[in-house]
């Protein structure tokens, strides 16, 4: 399934996202219109959604798309989960996940505009997972089976409010309006051909910034979930964005953020891709 939000309502999208079907309207009110609501009923869902051919759906303007889990009860973000990454800002790999939060506020739809609040605001394209089922102490080999599915991610990141002061306030620079765009679509795991291998790219303008797959991550999906949530109970449709591999601005030399103008193209193979535009805020 690929489910998306678009006013508030579920939609469930076709294979190529242009057309789908109002779910609560098309189910006859079998499953309402929330789409969190759908990710605590999601086998029942699916098994809907089997007999539904959403490609025969009413067409979808993807600008028109909110973030595809609009509100999460928590947003749990990994650092430095990419050796590459971590290589390229000087610092060794972590030998435990490196975990911060992201405020749900922050979160946005796969078109929304990026207000550029400093002259250091930088890019990190990432594997965004959303919880389905959710649990305690989950089994690292029960994990996936945990998970209602992926999107595609920006942890957006104001590097001169982050480091502002020392210690850095990782949380806070990485939650302003709109500096976690998700989607275009919440998309199962079954319609992804290797859920722990997949191609993600980010680009600025036309320039190619981050190239990677998620196999190289430090610590994969399984091994995320099962680590969270020893720590804290995963709730359906809590968040968690899996790191990004090398390329960001901040540690290029020259250093390279994102300017008034420029569009950010995100994608993830399989997922679709998300076109930001970056505005100097008021």
Known sequence: MRLANRDGRLLLLGADGTRGLDVAEASGGRFG??????????????????????????????????????????????GLNYRDHAEEAGLEAPKAPMVFTKFPSCLAGPHATVPLHSERV???????????????????????????????????SDRALQFKDRPPQFSLGKSLDAYGPIGPALVTLDEVSDPLDLGLTCDVGDE??????????????PELVA???????????????????????????PRRYLAHGEVLTSRIEGLGELRNRCERAD
């Open 33 to 78: 219109p929330d789409p969190m609501v759908a990710l605590a009923s999601l086998d029942a869902l699916r098994d809907w959604a089997a007999g539904q051919d959403p490609a025969q759906g009413a067409p979808v303007d993807p600008a028109a798309l909110g973030p595809c889990v609009p509100s999460p009860a928590s947003v749990f973000a990994i």
């Open 122 to 156: 930088d890019w990190e394209v990432e594997l965004v997972v959303a919880i389905g089922r959710g649990g305690r102490a989950i089994a690292e080999a029960d994990a996936l089976d945990a998970v209602a599915g992926y999107c595609v991610g920006q942890d957006i």
């Open 208 to 221: 190619r910034m981050q190239d990677g797959r998620t196999r190289d991550m430090i610590f994969a999906v």
């Open 227 to 253: 680590y969270l949530s020893r720590h804290c109970p995963l709730r359906p449709g809590d968040l968690i964005f899996t790191g990004t591999p090398a390329g960001v601005g901040s540690v290029r030399e």
